[in-house]
């Protein structure tokens, strides 16, 4: 197996609090980890964390074999990661989001590959943010994460806002990358698309890990999805540590 990302022990301090407490976790290359948990729980956090775009307080973050805990700079380079939808700026077009993060418009196009028409950027190319729905400016900060081809992404949700038919072809466009070698982190609130789409992943409670759900979790997850959602949901009622 071969380890894009491996976290030991890592905490994530936020105003002198610890958000995110000694998590243990590992991804493998070409593969989509989904983080779950409560509102409040930390994913975020962690994500930022992870990404360079906060600070870790403690414990150790290898990327790709290389220890970057203390290099948020380094982290913020490795990873391709979406701006919060509705902090762009709203004097920008589409295309200059994306084009200040990958370059010409055309170089970028190519990189999104799939992914362009799933998110249907064609028309939000030459839109204001300003005159955007939230759904639109979703769909731009994601294409956004994957502008400047990165192997490794990070997504907060990107799911949020979309409309359906937006949803099943953002995840099956995602699904795409990753079966072509792309590594993929997203906090998720969609227990379906964990399920269906998830190699492995984490439910996060209060900042700890609550569970770790391997590959055949996730494997009988994807066989019984409604048996899954109820046990999860149970869990995260709970934000137990026990095991399923
Ligand atoms: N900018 C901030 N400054 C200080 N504390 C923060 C900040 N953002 C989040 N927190 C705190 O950090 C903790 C974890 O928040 P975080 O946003 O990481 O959770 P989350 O799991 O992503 O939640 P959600 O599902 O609601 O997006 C919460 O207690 C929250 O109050």
Partial sequence: MNLAIE??????????????????????????????????????SLLRALA?????????????????????AARALRFGFSPPADKLPDALRGRDVLELVGGSIDDVRSRLGKLDKA????????SWIGDCSAGMRQRIAVAAAFAGGHPLVVLD?????????????????????????????????????????????????????ALVLDEDMLRAAAKDPQAFER??????????TAHF
């Fill in 7 to 44: 976290l030991t022990s890592a905490t994530v301090e936020r105003s002198g609090w610890r958000v995110v407490q000694d998590v243990d976790l590992t991804v493998s290359s070409g593969s989509w980890f989904g983080l779950i948990g409560a509102n409040g729980s930390g994913k975020t």
């Fill in 52 to 72: 360079g775009r906060l600070p870790f307080a403690s414990g150790s973050c290898r990327v790709t074999g290389e220890e970057l805990v203390d290099d948020r």
């Fill in 119 to 126: 998110l249907g950027l064609p028309p939000l190319l030459n």
């Fill in 157 to 209: 949700e990107p799911f949020n806002w979309l409309d359906p038919v937006a949803i099943f072809d953002l995840r099956e466009a995602l699904r795409d990358k990753v079966d072509s070698g792309l590594t993929l982190i997203t906090a998720l609130h969609d227990l379906g698309t964990l399920a269906s789409a998830c190699d492995t992943g984490l439910m996060l409670a209060d900042g700890k890990v």
């Fill in 231 to 240: 046990q999860t949901i149970n869990r995260l009622r709970s934000g137990s």
